[in-house]
């Protein structure tokens, strides 16, 4: 069923169009990874002093990777994310073979690539909870350089600063071991509702209405694709999201000024730069959901600070105890009802 994608047009197209990222003396970009490295050791163990959260050392490997290593990463996992949806369009169409097969796994690999040759410029980091077998930590060592030096900021505090906040997210999933399961649950659960009908006919009906509409109120792809059934899936898997982006961000901003002076100038750049650079890279955003992923940091952020405000960090962290305590989507937007529904 991996034959329905052609991964391996989208791994070096997706490669090509990220391109290398800045020039680097092959010293200094040694230098860099190995600064990176020791930003992630040295941040687990003051995330952990800060929230509370206890998790087993090295449990989830710390990769400094290029555009190129970000795009082979991200193609593997949606090939494993994926599968089920794969096996649901074989069995209802029988698998497609010989021409066919050929060019629609091209086309497919082709529009994979694409996306992931433009989110390949864009991420700093990101933790891939579906890696086997505890996830790995994923730091994209020329998008960092890229950005550090775009903002002008202190190199070596905003490398750590990116690193805090990366390292967030490999010890929420491997000090709360239940997550990965559950988002891969949802992620399931979404795949195994699609039908190939609903996507090819309704939804991109949406799409194109929203386009000649100039997106005006039409929201991103995904949303414009999606079913009722699939939505509120979607709206579960928001509230995780904004949850954890947000407590990261919290994290980062708690512990940052004990150990990166310039940490207050990093995040007044940082946070206007994630707005877009431009008419094009805007559009990008809000189609492929971007601008839906920065709501998630400034919501989510307001959450956790409302909780840990009202509650402590010690009653918010029953937010970690079991999937029933997640917040909703519309929970994110009201923290008191989470405080009143999870701890009475």
């Known amino acids: 069923m991996s034959n329905m994608v052609d991964w391996d047009l989208a791994v ?47 449990t989830a490997p710390v990769l400094v990777v290029d555009r190129r290593g970000w795009v082979q990463a991200n193609a593997d996992g949606f090939a494993t994310i994926i599968g089920p949806l794969s096996e649901k369009l074989s069995s209802k169409k029988g698998p497609p073979s010989g021409l066919s097969l050929a060019i629609g796994s091209r086309v497919t690999g082709a529009e994979v690539g694409l996306l992931l040759g ?25 998008n960092i350089v890229h950005v550090e030096r775009e903002l002008a900021v202190d190199p070596h505090d905003f490398r750590l600063w990116v690193c805090l906040h990366e390292e967030t997210h490999r010890v929420q999933f491997t000090a709360v071991p239940w997550m990965r399961d559950h988002l891969f649950a949802e992620m399931n659960a979404l795949l195994e509702s699609f039908e190939p009908g609903d996507m090819l006919g309704d939804g991109l009906r949406r799409v194109s209405q929203a386009v000649r509409g100039g997106a005006a109120g039409g929201g991103n792809v995904v949303e414009l694709l999606s079913t009722p059934e699939q939505r509120a899936i979607m709206d579960r898997v928001t509230g995780v999201m904004s949850l954890l982006e947000g407590h990261a961000d919290v994290v980062m901003d708690g512990v940052g000024p004990s150990v990166i002076p310039t940490v207050d100038r990093i995040r007044a750049k940082f946070t206007k730069r994630r707005q877009g650079v431009g008419t094009l890279d805007r559009m990008l955003r809000r189609l492929l959901g971007l601008d839906a992923k920065m709501a998630q940091y400034r919501d989510g952020a307001v959450f956790v600070r409302s909780v840990v405000d ?15 305590n997640l917040p909703g989507k519309s929970e994110i937007n009201d923290p008191d009802a989470w405080v009143a529904r999870v701890l009475g």
């Open 118 to 142: 433009f989110l390949g410029t864009k991420v700093l980091g990101q933790f891939d909870p579906f890696f086997d077998p505890s996830g790995r930590l994923l730091l994209v060592a020329p």
């Open 310 to 324: 009202k509650v402590g960090m010690e009653g918010f962290n029953a937010v970690w105890a079991a999937p029933a």
């Open 12 to 58: 070096t197209l997706g490669a090509k169009v990220a391109g290398d990222g800045p020039d680097i003396a092959p010293g200094a970009a040694a230098s860099v990874v190995a600064e990176l490295r020791e930003g992630a050791e040295k941040s687990s163990p003051l995330v952990r002093e800060f929230t509370g959260l206890v998790a087993d050392e090295r």
